[in-house]
């Protein structure tokens, strides 16, 4: 079946150290979205991007890098620029020029100890 | 700028409707969305209207759309147990990036 996979699902990271998170889609989508999601702060957008090779930042970039080298893959790397990791993230993806629908992934839960 | 407002939290009886309202400030958004997310999960596309349109029914589920308030409500009729979740609302805004901004999410507690 078609969908969004995000690996790992639960992730522990020790402070200074840098953190992949992957996101795969084989939904042929083009463009494709990594959110982090606090409690009762809603999600908010670290990265996008639209086609391969191109990415933009979001609201939350800082610390925080992506790249998108194929259209199916889009992993979020948390560096150790990021003052405070410890969230959930959710990957998206969205067939262009639709009714705008987002497809989620599960999410990754990340706790820096 | 573009913000998405929500109550945090609403509690009903199974058996009961359930109403859950949202806000947002960006009026030339084509799209506003409701979207779903059960504990430990990603979020599912509950529904979703189009901004030339006042009201969506779809089974149990039911958007009204006030473009002129700025104000958008989810009814689910014969909440169910299996509703209990965190309900989002969504806005595409004035870009066609498929940036969407969500409100902070609705907690919906369904008492048997």
């Known amino acids: 079946d078609g969908g969004i996979t995000q690996s790992p699902k639960y992730l522990f990271r020790k402070e200074g150290q840098n953190v992949t998170l992957s996101c795969e889609q084989n939904?042929?989508?083009?463009?494709m979205y990594w959110y982090r999601q606090d409690p009762g702060q809603g999600l908010r957008l670290i990265y996008y991007s639209q086609i391969v090779n191109d990415f933009q930042k979001g609201d939350i970039a800082e610390g925080y890098s992506v790249s998108r080298e194929k259209k199916e893959s889009f992993p979020l790397t948390v560096t150790s620029a990021q003052k405070n990791p410890t969230a959930f993230y959710l990957c998206?993806?969205?067939?262009?020029?639709?009714?705008?629908?987002?497809?989620f992934g599960e999410g990754s839960r990340l706790t820096v100890l | 700028g573009e913000d998405v407002e929500q109550s945090l939290f609403l509690s009903v009886r199974e058996g009961d409707s359930s109403v859950i309202n949202c806000t947002y400030t960006d009026s030339s958004s084509t799209y506003l969305y409701w979207y779903k997310q059960e504990p430990g999960a990603g979020l599912q596309l509950l529904t979703y209207?189009?901004?030339?349109?006042d009201m969506k029914q779809d089974q149990r589920l039911t958007v009204l759309l006030n473009k002129k308030d700025k104000h958008l409500s989810l009814r689910i009729a014969d909440t169910q147990t299996g509703d209990s979740a965190i309900y989002f609302c969504?806005?595409?805004?004035?870009?066609?990036?498929?940036?969407?901004?969500f409100g902070q999410g609705t907690t919906l507690q369904v008492k048997p």
């Open positions: 939904l042929n989508h083009d463009a």
């Open positions: 998206a993806s969205m067939k262009v020029r639709f009714t705008g629908e987002l497809f």
């Open positions: 209207i189009f901004s030339n349109m």
């Open positions: 969504a806005e595409n805004g004035s870009s066609n990036t498929g940036k969407l901004i």
